[in-house]
């Protein structure tokens, strides 16, 4: 799980972290997963309620492999459009 990675959505309120586009966000963020499915994927931080005391659940990605999504981008591999990396805010 890439934690500065984070969908141009997603709203900080404080502690909080809301979706602005909740109610509609499977099409209006094509992109965003049920938790199902997230975790399905491997895609929830390790640090996530739904998976922390999941002692099966293993994330994807660390913050490690930033590197590696780099290097895919760069191999054509992953679109660039995807990835804003000032921000690193996504889509």
Same mark, same amino acid.
Request: proline content about 0%; cysteine-free; hydrophobic content about 35%.
């Given at each position: 799980m890439l934690n500065t990675v984070v969908c141009k959505n997603l709203e900080v309120d404080g502690e909080r972290t809301l979706c602005s586009v909740y109610a509609t966000r499977f099409q209006d963020a094509p992109w965003c997963l049920s938790v199902s499915k997230a975790y399905e994927n491997g895609q929830l931080p390790l640090d996530c309620p739904? #998976? #922390? *005391? *999941?002692? *099966?659940?293993? =994330?994807?990605?660390?913050? %490690? !492999?930033? !590197? %590696?999504? #780099?290097?895919?981008?760069?191999? =054509?591999i992953v679109d660039p459009a995807a990835f804003d990396f000032p921000t690193k805010r996504f889509l």
């Open positions: 739904y #998976v #922390v *005391d *999941d002692s *099966d659940y293993r =994330g994807r990605l660390e913050e %490690a !492999d930033y !590197d %590696a999504e #780099v290097n895919m981008i760069e191999l =054509g």
